[in-house]
């Protein structure tokens, strides 16, 4: 599910009730209903998580294969996520999403694995703007680590994206790309034994490339340097510090139609704890500083947090609840900044069925955004080009698996945004012309079932 972003406007009142009374309704519902995880290997399905605590795959050799095919309908009544006073379009869509897993058996050299999963996607619309958002995406993670039991390991890895989004007007343009990182890891682990290593340094360099197909000027790359020390203290829990600077460069940096874009050196540096209290309870406690480092305009400069709460009382019940403070780059005001809040159930039930409740509540705040002084033609809201947002998300998903290797899944994804955001354009002095104007509220659901092939 995409994420959705939701505003403090002057609706916050009665949208912070209706969060409220929400989220106490879900977690009632996790309390209620019976629902499973499942333990696989981390590489061992294509896609999705099964809903069978079975073995899957194919043995060849010393290769392991999780091959999956996944055919979907799906239902979403606003495609292009815009509010109530833009006529939402509303339009079936199939999905089909093929996908093959493998890694090879663990010895003394290396380790190797690797996934991809297709994501076909076909709009059931007479829109024409709708059926333009129907493409082709993938998704795939490939890594290899040599000398993985050693003093010194070494990684390689690779994740790329061909995403598949739609633009916030309805348009037959997408906002469909390619995002790709790879980078390399070394991992000195001195003392210990071979099943134990109780300290670990990591540092690596890892290239993303962002480039889309129509949203050009978006396209970017950034180079990344980061480290990680991990000091196993406890035999299940560890005094974690990591933190990473990067440079991070726009292919349109500067003055253009829209927000102006900044290139940036962001950082980030964290310190914590992260394991088992007890045999049921794990906790990640860290905090820490970021900067955005922005070359121009507003920039980020604050503190950093994430707390987590796992509680597991058997081998087939998971609830998680959880707090993040942190920011990431954004064309709108260089970054935005966020409170996330999560809570989360999975219960494995007759080792055939899984059902997953999640709820998250984010509050967004965007760096200073002004398009009137950037000479641009509009009027915009709020005047002090300061934009705040919340995010809304309720994710219900359901499986059963029918035999070993064929299984239905149904869902229902609720995105709800609320925001002081809106964007007037005016009319252009010459032609006379006027673009529609953008509001950055809206609600969004989302229904699906799925056949879901996996051997």
Aim: glycine share 10%.
């Amino acid at each position: 599910m995409s994420v959705c972003l939701i505003s403090r406007g002057n609706a916050n009142n009665s949208l912070r009730k209706d969060v409220i009374r929400s989220v106490l309704r879900l977690l009632a519902l996790v309390v209620l209903v019976s629902v499973s995880t499942v333990a696989v290997p981390a590489f061992a399905q294509a896609a999705g998580v099964s809903a069978t605590g079975e073995q899957r795959g194919v043995r060849v050799g010393g290769l392991s294969f999780w091959p999956a095919l996944f055919l979907e309908g799906r239902y979403d009544s606003n495609v292009f996520r815009e509010n109530e006073v833009e006529n939402p379009v509303a339009a079936p869509m199939l999905r089909i999403r093929p996908g093959l897993s493998f890694s090879n058996k663990k010895g003394r050299s290396y380790v190797a694995r690797f996934g991809v999963i297709g994501d076909i996607r076909v709009y059931m619309s007479d829109n024409d703007n709708v059926k333009a958002q129907g493409r082709y995406g993938a998704e795939g993670q490939a890594g290899i680590d040599f000398m993985p039991k050693g003093l010194l390991k070494i990684g390689l890895f690779d994740n790329f994206k061909r995403h598949l989004d739609s633009p916030t007007t309805a348009t037959n343009r997408t906002m469909d790309g390619i995002d790709n990182t790879a980078g390399v890891r070394f991992s000195l682990r001195p003392g210990g034994t071979e099943l134990r290593k109780p300290l670990n340094f990591t540092v690596g360099y890892a290239n993303r490339l962002q480039v889309f197909d129509d949203a050009e000027d978006l396209n970017a790359s950034e180079h990344r340097a980061f480290f990680k020390f991990v000091w196993l203290f406890l035999p299940k829990t560890s005094l974690v510090f990591d933190g990473s600077y990067a440079y991070h460069g726009y292919a349109a940096e500067g003055a253009r139609p829209g927000p102006d874009l900044h290139n940036s050196s962001p950082s980030r540096f964290m310190a914590g704890i992260d394991g088992l209290i007890t045999r049921k309870l794990a906790v990640v406690l860290k905090g820490g500083y970021g900067m955005s480092g922005h070359s121009e305009g507003d920039v980020y400069e604050d503190y950093l947090a994430q707390t987590t709460l796992v509680f597991s009382p058997s081998a087939t019940s998971v609830f998680s609840t959880g707090w993040v403070r942190n920011f990431r780059n954004s064309p709108v005001g260089n970054f935005l900044a966020t409170h996330d809040f999560k809570v989360q159930g999975d219960i494995r039930m007759m080792q055939r069925v899984q059902t997953q409740l999640m709820a998250t509540y984010s509050l967004v705040d965007y760096g200073k955004y002004d398009p009137i002084a950037e000479g641009d033609n509009v009027e915009v809201t709020p005047e002090n080009g300061l934009r705040a947002d919340q995010v809304l998300r309720l994710s219900a998903t359901a499986g059963f698996d029918i035999f070993r290797f064929i299984g239905v899944s149904l869902g229902y994804n609720l995105e709800q945004l609320a925001s002081n955001y809106e964007l007037r354009p005016l009319p252009d002095p010459v032609t006379g012309l006027k673009g529609s104007d953008d509001y950055a509220s809206y609600v969004r659901h989302i229904v699906f079932a799925s056949l879901d092939i996996r051997y």
